[in-house]
Each structure stands twice: as structure tokens, then as C-alpha cells.
């Protein structure tokens, strides 16, 4: 037997470089269309340190194996800490062997955003041009690139319940490049966007059905708790529905809630991302239609970015 030298480790800059959104979005298509397993995600409850760990594991045959490890620690704040900490373990899906450690909340992010935009590209108007961001966190910060892989977004708004962080996130984005500004009346520029897009941890609807346009496309990111909810039930109701898997069925309030209340049903889902991709359910049917999008993330798209990153290795790349 030949010693392996143990898996490689990845930093942040070294993940965002190989995670660009065009080729990332590409790999999350590949991925839904060839499939993989997916156990439920591992939660344990650290009552002693108040913190919960997440394990997230998918392999794909012998293609690819791997597993996101999340430490979850609300109090770390009080310590000048980051509450989540992630990271990805890759694995050769052949031998076991531990290829790579990956930054998990790289990974996360922005495969979380390029989910988004995957299923606009199904979803949204082929001229949608506007863009609202509901949120200012670090997902949200990502919104305005992925969508501008898949559509001419040529305006930017963003809103958020602390207007600074509104101003400092399309602060942000105007370096960046894009036409952005922030906005203080929700209703108005929810009515004007195109494509609505929600990150935030809101526990109560913040985009209201009835301002929804006909032809807009509503993307919601944040909710991934049965308390958690970034719309209302008019929205619910008004829009064609997809998920990107069947957990967002159990886990997010935007569709737990109305549907426990009868104000929808599981039967109206209209596709996920696996029928979208496999050209099992059409997209957007018509210009005017209105069309919603749940996400809760999927270690199918941590292993899909995860491979990538590894594709993009530097064959000097070290051992540590």
C-alpha cells in the first residue's frame, strides 16, 4: 500500500476564483440532470455549547463523494466570532480517498446563489432587465452577478430593514459594476423589478402577493425554517411554484404554512430544479405569467461546486 499524502486544502480565494458564476451555474445543470444521492442532512443539537452541527454528505457513484460539515454557534458574536463555520470534504468516489478541504462557506454561498439563477433561467422573462435584491448579507451581495450570468440586468435595487445596509451593499455593487441603488419603499420597487430576489432570515412575509406584476419572477432564499417566511400566501397563490428538491417542502414556512392553513396545496408545486434541468416540466409558460422560486439548498450542489473547485487545482498544490 502507498501512503497518501492526505487531502489538499483549498482557501476561500483559491474556492471563488474556480466559482464563477456562468461555469457554476453550467455544473449545477450537469448536476440536477445526472442526478445523485442525497441522504437528509444530519442535525445534532449541542445542547452543552449551545451550537448545532450540520453534516450534509452526497456521492454521485464513483464519480465524486463528499461531505459539508456546518458548525452552527449563535453566541459566538459575544466572542467577536462568526457564527456558521463550514467546511467541504471531498472524496475520490472510487478508492475513499480524502482528496480536498474546501471553504463550506464559499461553497454555500455561492452555490446557493447560482441555484437561484439556474432556475431563473427557466423561470424569468428572457428581457428581464430589473433586479431587486430584498436583504443585505452575503448571499444577497452575490444576487446582482449570478443573475447577470443568465439575464441583461441592467439595473440594481436593493432594499433591506436597516436602510445602511441597503446603501452599503449597492455601494458595494456600483464598485462592482453594476447600475445599483438603494430604495426605501419595498411596495414601489417590488412593483417595478423583474425579478425579485429574497435573502434574508425575515420570520415574517416582507414581499406581498398582491404586488407582484404580471411576467415577475419572485426568488426566495432565506427561509429555511417552517418559522421562516419572506412572502405571503397571496404570493403563494398567485405565482407557478418550484422548489429546487422536495425538502423545501418540509422545511420552508413560505410553503409549510399556507399549506398547512389550505391556502395551498404539495400538488400545485409545478416542477423542481431536477424536472426543470431534465426538460420534464416547461418553464415560464407566457410572458405574463408569475412565477416563484423556493429554495432550501442541496448538498447536490455542494458536491457539483465542490468537484469544480478540484477541476481547477494547481498541480503544485500542497498538502497541508
Request: glycine share 8%; hydrophobic share 45%; proline share 5%.
Amino acid at each position: 500500500m502507498t501512503d497518501h499524502p492526505g487531502p489538499v486544502v483549498i482557501d476561500l480565494p483559491s474556492a471563488r476564483r474556480s466559482l464563477a458564476f456562468p461555469r457554476l451555474i453550467a455544473a449545477l445543470r450537469a448536476a440536477f440532470i445526472a442526478g445523485a444521492t442525497v441522504p437528509l442532512r444530519h442535525r445534532h443539537i449541542l445542547e452543552d455549547a449551545n451550537g448545532t452541527l450540520l453534516l450534509m454528505p452526497a456521492w454521485r457513484g464513483a464519480a465524486a463523494m463528499g461531505v459539508k460539515i456546518v458548525t452552527v454557534y449563535p453566541d459566538n458574536g459575544k466572542r467577536g466570532l462568526n457564527s456558521v463555520f463550514s467546511t467541504y470534504l471531498l472524496c475520490d468516489g472510487e478508492t475513499g480517498q480524502h482528496l480536498a478541504l474546501i471553504d463550506g462557506n464559499e461553497i454555500t454561498g455561492r452555490r446557493t446563489a447560482a441555484a437561484s439563477a439556474l432556475a431563473g433561467d427557466y423561470l424569468a422573462r428572457p428581457d428581464a432587465s430589473s433586479l431587486l435584491i430584498v436583504g443585505a448579507g452575503h448571499i444577497a451581495g452575490m444576487m446582482a452577478d449570478a443573475y447577470s450570468a443568465i439575464r441583461p440586468i441592467g439595473s440594481v435595487r436593493v432594499w433591506n430593514r436597516r436602510p445602511e445596509g441597503a446603501q452599503a451593499l449597492a455601494t458595494k455593487l456600483r464598485a462592482e459594476g453594476h447600475e445599483a441603488e438603494a430604495v426605501a419603499d419595498l411596495e414601489s420597487a417590488v412593483r417595478a423589478a423583474d425579478i425579485v430576489s429574497c435573502a434574508t432570515l425575515a420570520a415574517e412575509p416582507l414581499v406581498r402577493g398582491d404586488w407582484l406584476q404580471p411576467g415577475s419572477h419572485l426568488d426566495l432564499i432565506g427561509g429555511y425554517r417552517p418559522d421562516m417566511r419572506e412572502t405571503d400566501d397571496a404570493a403563494i397563490s398567485r405565482a407557478r411554484v418550484f422548489i429546487d428538491t422536495d425538502a423545501a417542502l418540509a422545511e420552508a414556512g413560505d410553503l409549510t404554512q399556507p399549506i398547512a392553513s389550505g391556502a395551498f396545496t404539495r400538488d400545485a408545486i409545478a416542477g423542481s430544479l431536477f424536472t426543470l434541468c431534465r426538460g420534464e416540466t416547461p418553464g415560464r409558460q407566457s410572458s405574463n405569467q408569475i412565477t416563484l422560486f423556493k429554495s432550501v439548498g442541496s448538498a447536490i450542489e455542494d458536491l457539483a461546486a465542490a468537484v469544480l473547485v478540484w477541476s481547477d487545482r494547481s498541480p503544485d498544490t500542497t498538502a497541508r
